[in-house]
């Protein structure tokens, strides 16, 4: 069976309406969303040193299933 996944890109919050449920309306608005639309899974890039966003997706269910690495030349 193909899963089909739902990309949330380029995803925050302005700074003067964090910690006050925005993000976790917005992603659950998303999950709904890819719900209806026949998506099983959502999925995201984060920035490793953004530790309040890691946090803050760990929070909400998310987990690591893969790494992104790269290499300046």
Not at 19 to 39: P, S, Y
Request: net charge neutral; charged share 35%; with cysteine.
């Amino acid at each position: 069976m193909q899963r089909k996944f739902y990309q949330i890109a380029e995803f925050g919050v302005d700074e003067n309406f964090r910690r006050m449920g925005v993000a976790t309306k917005l992603i659950n608005f998303c999950k709904q969303e890819a719900k209806d639309r026949g998506f099983d899974r959502l999925e995201l890039d984060v920035w490793e040193f953004n530790e309040g966003a890691m946090k803050f997706y760990d929070s909400v269910g998310f987990k690591t299933y893969r790494e992104y690495k790269e290499m300046n030349i």
